[in-house]
């Protein structure tokens, strides 16, 4: 047998989940935010995205909104 553990980012607000390799846009907390990153990682804390070609991270703590 096989087995597999998937990790999603879960928006309970809006029943929306986000997986590995989904395309995003990132709205902090400060009014900041950064459009077309692709998800790489997902981590209990937040996540690793890939956006112009370098690895960045971000904690969950720092967001406002995903879409």
Do not use: P, W
């Not at 928006?11 to 907390?29: L, R």
């Amino acid at each position: 047998m096989r087995y597999v553990t998937k990790k999603s980012i879960l928006d309970m607000e809006k029943v929306k989940a986000f997986d590995i390799g989904d395309i995003i846009t990132i709205k902090y907390h400060n009014g900041g935010g950064c459009g077309s990153c692709r998800i790489t990682k997902i981590t209990d804390t937040g996540f690793l995205y890939n956006q112009g070609g370098r690895d960045k991270s971000v904690q969950y703590k720092n967001i406002a909104e995903l879409y």
